[in-house]
């Protein structure tokens, strides 16, 4: 059964200091890994996408990277307005289904 | 202009009711979707049509019925509701089944009293 797992659970980092997201999966063959931002209230919205290991993605202070089994999203500098819940989510290369992980909950203090 | 809409945003209603949810997109993508999110945040896929076409059913009780009457729309109806059902239920549209990205609605907030 495909899983998705991501650590911590909660984050809380002073602004300015850089930080990393992990999210660990286990799949049979990966599709895709999709990362999202979800603001209270609010519903998920996209980030990234990577598709093979080796891959990198980057857009303002994140950047996403991806191995054989597990993403990291690496924070840099980030701000207050950074502050969410960040989650991973990700595609079988055998079917159509999605799963997310838990996702990773962000405070950044000013 | 909204990518995805849902309505209503927010839903209370009493045990034992009939309810639906209304999603819209105008994003002219093919596969629709709706993922309910329990009280712990956790997002879990209940359905998805690809071009007006059931194409996910996930373990949900037969008490919810989507139905899609064209591209663009994709509603929720639940019978006889019940107090567990009580969560936050997505919508959510990506260009094709495989391999894209979702944009995701604003959340209907279902409490079942």
Known sequence: EDQVTQSPEALRLQEGESSSLNCSYTVSGLRGLFWYRQDPGKGPEFLFTLYSAGEEKEKERLKATLTKKESFLHITAPKPEDSATYLCAVQAAYGQNFVFGPGTRLSVLP | ?113
């Not at chain 2, 007006?52 to 509701?81: C, G, M, Q």
């Not at chain 2, 567990?84 to 094709?96: L, R």
């Open chain 2, 1 to 113: 202009d909204t990518a995805v809409s849902q309505t209503p945003k927010y839903l209370v209603t009493q045990m034992g009711n009939d309810k639906s949810i209304k999603c819209e997109q105008n994003l002219g993508h093919d596969t629709m979707y709706w993922y309910k999110q329990d009280s712990k945040k956790f997002l879990k896929i209940m359905f998805s049509y690809n071009n007006k076409e059931l194409i996910i059913n996930e373990t949900v009780p037969n008490r919810f019925s989507p139905k899609s009457p064209d591209k663009a729309h994709l509603n929720l109806h639940i019978n006889s509701l019940e107090l567990g059902d009580s969560a936050v239920y997505f919508c959510a549209s990506s260009q094709s089944p495989t391999g894209y990205e979702q944009y995701f609605g604003p959340g209907t907030r279902l409490t079942v009293t």
